[in-house]
């Protein structure tokens, strides 16, 4: 079953900031994870951020599972995705 990807404004203003190649390089991984996003991510400790998390090189995609939906919060390299939250 694949899951709806769905995208914050603050998504969006994650993803326009970063370079074409890793805009690509994130859109490759959502496709491919939104087939079974179970196997693919991880659990965040603080709830506050957001539920879970993919890892795609040395950025983290933040992200919530709605019914048949994967709300992406977040987008940003590993070191500062984490900050002003």
Do not use: C
Request: proline content about 4%.
């Amino acid at each position: 079953m694949a899951y709806q990807l769905i995208y914050t404004h603050r998504a969006y203003r994650d993803i326009r900031r970063l370079t074409p190649e890793i805009k690509q390089r994130v859109k490759t991984a959502l496709e491919k994870y939104k087939d079974n996003p179970g196997f693919y991510a991880q659990k965040l400790t603080n709830p506050v951020f957001g539920s879970y998390r993919f890892r795609i090189g040395d950025y983290r995609v933040i992200f919530d599972i709605v019914e048949e939906q994967l709300s992406i919060l977040r987008v940003g390299h590993r070191g500062d995705i984490y900050r002003g939250l």
